[in-house]
C-alpha cells in the first residue's frame, strides 16, 4: 500500500473539506521527491486516511490531457497512471533547474487568467510568492529556502520586483528579464 505521510495528512486533516485539485496538490507537495505527479493508488490511500470525505470521482472531471497548461482548476495526465497539478511540460522544463526567472516567466505567461483564491491569482500585479514557491518545490525540487535565497539575490540585482515584507508578496520580472 502506498506510504501515507503523517505531515502530508495533517495538512488535509486541517481543513474541512478540500476541491479534489487542491487534494492533489497537497499530496503532489508532500511527495514531489519522486517521479512527476503522483499515482491513483496514493491518492486513494489518503482519501481512506482523510478525517472527511474526499470525492475522487471528481479526480477524472478535472482530468485533461494536454502538455500545457490548460486555464480553470485543472489536473494533468502525466502518463503511467500519474497525476499532477502542473502540465507535463512545466516539468520536463523545469526538471532539476534552479533559474527561478524561467519559472516565473512561464507562470506570468502561461497563466493567463486569474486562478485559485485572491491570494494565489496570477495577476498584472505578479504571481504569488505562495505559488511559485510550490512549483519550484513541485515541479523544480528547489526547497523554500533555496527559493528564498535566490529571490533575494534576484532582487537585489533588479531582475524582479518583489517586496516580501508586504502581506502575500508578489514576483514581477524587473524589466532587464522580460
Not at 502538455?67 to 497539478?85: A, F, M, Q
Amino acid at each position: 500500500m502506498a506510504e501515507v505521510r503523517e505531515d502530508a495528512l495533517d495538512q488535509i486533516d486541517s481543513h474541512e473539506s478540500l476541491l479534489v485539485n487542491d487534494f492533489v496538490r497537497y499530496v503532489e507537495e508532500h511527495h514531489h521527491d519522486g517521479p512527476p505527479g503522483v499515482d491513483r493508488d496514493l491518492l486513494a490511500a489518503y482519501a481512506e486516511a482523510a478525517a472527511f470525505d474526499v470525492d475522487m470521482s471528481a479526480l477524472d472531471d478535472d482530468l485533461v490531457d494536454s502538455d500545457e497548461w490548460v486555464p480553470g482548476k485543472k489536473l494533468y495526465h502525466l502518463g503511467e497512471g500519474r497525476i499532477s497539478t502542473y502540465p507535463p511540460s512545466w516539468h520536463e522544463a523545469f526538471d532539476g533547474l534552479d533559474d527561478l526567472l524561467d519559472l516565473v516567466a512561464t507562470i506570468e505567461t502561461q497563466v493567463t487568467e486569474s486562478e485559485g483564491t485572491q491570494f494565489e491569482a496570477v495577476t498584472e500585479e505578479g504571481v504569488p510568492e505562495v505559488k511559485l514557491y510550490r512549483m519550484a518545490r513541485v515541479a523544480a525540487g528547489i526547497d523554500r529556502e533555496a527559493v528564498q535565497s535566490r529571490l533575494d539575490d534576484l532582487s537585489d540585482a533588479g531582475e524582479i520586483t518583489w517586496d516580501p515584507t508586504v502581506r502575500d508578496p508578489r514576483i514581477q520580472l524587473g524589466e532587464e528579464s522580460r
